[in-house]
T-cell receptor, first 115, second 112 residues
Framework: AQSVTQLDSQVPVFEEAPVELRCNYS??????LFWYVQYPNQGLQLLLK??????LVKGINGFEAEFNKSQTSFHLRKPSVHISDTAEYFC?????????????FGSGTRLQVQP | DGGITQSPKYLFRKEGQNVTLSCEQN?????MYWYRQDPGQGLRLIYY???????QKGDIAEGYSVSREKKESFPLTVTSAQKNPTAFYLC???????????FGDGTRLSIL
């Protein structure tokens, strides 16, 4: 069975500093990988996705992530954060070639951007 | 605009009562999903449906039921058998292939 580990439950960072949110996954088959952002009392919004091709994926709001198959990681990065980036971020995987297409989520990382 | 509508936004349940959460989508998506979110945890899959009149249990289906009579609608019933229903419930949908899931804005269920 697949699983997702987000190593940091909270990440405090100052405005305009760079940030990396870590995500590792475990699966016996190939996967699709996603990062979602959630603002308080709202649903999830897709930041970016890795399906195939280039391992460096660019998403919305200046975020990017790099897929590393050997390390089974999909870390999310932003070179300079803003106050408005304060939110919870979820890494998720979906196994290829299964009918379910449901997502397995990590436990989330709360990004707190301080002025 | 196309999207997923969940209602109500807040819902309260009395002991021994069944409650139904609504999820409607106008994205023409085939597959729909229900997730439960608890503080400090990720989302966990309750039920999913890949086609009308068919659905499957997810990882935490006990105490819940669903129906999929129309492509656009996938209501979730939280039954009295669910002993710890207080959570944030999220509905999602996706098209065929490898398209990502779209999410509604959620329903927060609390116990009176």
């Amino acid at each position: 069975a697949q699983s997702v580990t987000q190593l940091d439950s909270q990440v405090p960072v100052f405005e305009e500093a760079p940030v990396e949110l870590r995500c590792n996954y475990s699966s016996s088959v190939s996967v699709y990988l996603f990062w979602y952002v959630q603002y308080p009392n709202q649903g999830l919004q897709l930041l970016l996705k890795y399906l195939s091709g280039s391992t460096l994926v660019k998403g919305i709001n200046g975020f990017e992530a790099e897929f590393n198959k050997s390390q089974t990681s999909f870390h999310l990065r932003k070179p300079s954060v803003h106050i408005s980036d304060t939110a919870e971020y979820f890494c998720a995987v979906s196994e290829l070639d299964t009918g379910r297409r449901a997502l397995t989520f990590g436990s989330g990382t709360r990004l707190q951007v301080q002025p | 605009d196309g999207g997923i509508t969940q209602s109500p936004k807040y819902l309260f349940r009395k002991e021994g009562q069944n409650v139904t959460l609504s999820c409607e989508q106008n994205l023409n998506h085939d597959a729909m999903y229900w997730y439960r979110q608890d503080p400090g945890q990720g989302l966990r899959l309750i039920y999913y449906s890949q086609i009308v009149n068919d659905f499957q249990k997810g990882d935490i289906a006990e105490g819940y039921s669903v129906s999929r009579e129309k492509k656009e609608s996938f209501p979730l019933t939280v039954t009295s058998a669910q002993k710890n229903p207080t959570a944030f419930y999220l509905c999602a949908s996706t098209a065929t292939g490898n398209q990502p899931q779209h999410f509604g804005d959620g329903t927060r269920l609390s116990i009176l």
